[in-house]
């Protein structure tokens, strides 16, 4: 229980690993943004290649990104079999009773296809992959920062990320402390109906919220002691400054952009409907 | 003479205790005056509830005492005119070091967390550097910088822990049973780098224990029993008292208590010790090999 990984953080060197988490947070709004802006089959060709680059930028095994894709695995057929089925076009490639497939409706399957996948491989490669949750908060509370002009307390949620994230394993461990402790006194977790089931986890839900509580009051008594007083006047030891090469990837995804969107004026193809 | 360090006069704190019955007050420390000098290593002992954890708190103003004084550097600490600029600059000067280790670090890396106490002070960034790493390496932990602290043990977790005080750069800094939750080894990592500290930074240690043994290490001993301070000095005049020691619920370190049994069953063993080594040397000589 103790070697937990927290969320999908993938450790490698990579140019993606290296980069300032806040310049990628941008660059996974922006590339949202551009998964949208595709409209036929060359755009959303480009599309297709740039998240493979990524992959390959990032250096994450295909298996790892594939067994991230499997949660929407049915969310993807589903949407495909619709998109196949009731599409309505000009090149009828079957017809049989009332089922009519044209191949327009194919595209749109494979459009969607290829949109829903890049949407969770560009923000895995850019975000969850390859930046540790810890760097994600940090860069969250500067990207957010200006919103401190119009009172959102910014730091005190980046210090309940922060905070949470550190106490993550502490309680996993405790839990599995109070169930081995509540199991050596004859409770029994894994017989019974669900009702029964539920039942039995009282007795450990219990215990670890008051030893929660107490954590939190020890906690605040420590903070307290190392002098925090909050957000205000506090200095950082890592502080980023955004370098010039910083920005290639920022130019290179506003390049990316306005090639999909000539690409769906220019180029001629299958267009979304 | 030379003004104290930390001053306390008859400082009191009494708090409502509820038995199930009525709300009583309790007094957790009842008028205890108490005077430590700078740079000195004093141990203050006591049993399970006996007010010594209390007394501590109000040290670091985390509680307010009921009644009397306390002064710091010649500073009235209880001054109701405290400000928060005050209080802080106090804490800065008097760090806390707490008993269980997972409650007190706040980060997830081990170099950020000790980065914690100057960052809130304001220190520039290429200063907080220089000093997490001084931190570190005072505490024996610089390759652990940049480890995850659930990963490491109790006892290099509470050094962890005494780095990030250690960085804010007290002239003091109080252990509140910081070695009770650790296992043997632990208690020795962090009982030597607490005396490197007194001993090469003269920082002045105010070391709450149950630990007999530890408690010998210090210059001073002073027992609190019930919220009053029944005994207070040198180690070895402290533990000679081994009786009174035991009424309150206190024993005296195995040592002690040997040569103790020795001179009353007839040993010609004469004179006081608290640590092994000569308490092996006087066995020796009485033995007259």
């Given amino acids: 229980m103790k070697n937990i990984a927290f969320g999908q953080y993938y450790p490698a060197r990579s140019p993606l690993h290296r980069l300032d988490p806040r310049v990628k947070i941008i660059l996974t709004i922006l590339y949202i943004v551009c998964s949208f802006l595709c409209k036929n089959v060359w755009s959303f060709a480009l599309l297709a290649i740039s998240s493979i680059m990524l992959i390959i930028l990032g250096r994450v095994p295909f298996k790892i990104i594939l067994g991230g894709l499997r949660p929407v695995l049915i969310v993807l057929i589903f949407t495909s079999i619709i998109n196949v089925f009731w599409t309505k076009g000009e090149i009828l490639l079957l017809e049989w009773r009332f089922i009519h497939i044209y191949l327009e409706g194919i595209f749109s399957a494979i459009f969607i296809i290829v949109r829903i996948s890049s949407l969770i491989i560009g923000t895995g490669m850019l975000l969850t992959y390859t930046t540790t949750p810890i760097a994600l908060t940090d860069a969250l509370e500067d990207v957010l920062s200006p919103l401190k002009k119009v009172k959102v307390p910014v730091h005190d949620f980046a210090m309940m990320m922060t905070i949470a994230l550190r106490f993550i394993p502490t309680l996993v461990e405790e839990t599995d402390k109070i169930m081995t402790a509540q199991k050596a006194r004859g409770a029994d977790f894994s017989n019974g109906n669900i009702i029964d089931r539920v039942k039995a986890l009282i007795p450990i839900i219990i215990p670890l919220f008051v030893s929660a509580f107490s954590r939190a009051g020890d906690l605040a008594t420590a903070m307290e002691c190392r002098c925090y007083q909050g957000g205000e006047g506090r200095t950082r030891l890592h502080v980023r400054h955004m370098r010039f090469k910083d920005f290639i990837p920022l130019v290179l995804i506003v390049v990316f952009g306005t090639g999909l969107v000539l690409l769906n004026i220019f180029a001629p193809g299958f267009t979304m409907s | ?289």
């Fill in chain 2, 1 to 289: 003479m030379e003004e104290a360090f930390i001053k306390i006069e008859n400082v009191s704190y009494m708090y409502e205790e509820n038995d199930g019955f009525a709300k009583i007050d309790r007094y957790a420390v009842k008028n205890v005056s108490l005077e430590i000098k700078e740079g000195e290593f004093v141990a203050v002992l006591g049993h399970n509830g006996s007010g010594k954890s209390t007394l501590a708190k109000l040290i670091n103003m985390i509680y307010t005492p009921t009644s009397g004084k306390i002064y710091i550097k010649g500073r009235d600490i209880t001054d109701e005119n405290m400000s928060d600029e005050d209080i802080m600059g106090l804490r800065k000067t008097v760090g806390m070091v707490f008993q269980n280790p997972d409650n007190q670090l706040v980060a997830t890396i081990v170099e950020d967390d000790v980065a914690f106490g100057p960052e809130n002070l304001g220190i520039p960034s290429e200063e907080i550097r220089k000093r997490v790493d001084d931190a570190l390496a005072d505490v024996g932990m610089t390759k652990y910088a940049n480890h995850e602290p659930h990963r490491l043990s109790g006892g290099q977790k509470q050094r962890i822990a005494i780095a990030g005080i250690i960085a804010m750069l007290p002239e003091c800094i109080i252990f509140d049973e910081s070695t009770a939750m650790l296992d043997p080894v632990g208690r020795k990592e962090v009982m030597e780098s607490i005396i490197k500290l007194n001993r090469e930074k003269n920082i002045t240690v105010l070391m709450i224990t149950h630990y007999m043994e530890e408690a010998a290490l210090a210059d001073r001993v002073v027992v609190i029993d019930d919220g009053r301070i029944i005994s207070d000095g040198k180690p070895i005049e402290v533990f000679k008292k081994e009786k009174e020691l035991r009424d309150c619920g206190l024993s005296v370190p195995q040592c002690t208590e040997l040569v103790h049994c020795l001179s009353e069953n007839g040993f010609d063993i004469k004179g006081e010790c608290v640590d092994v080594v000569s308490c092996a040397n006087m066995i020796f000589e009485a033995l007259n090999l």
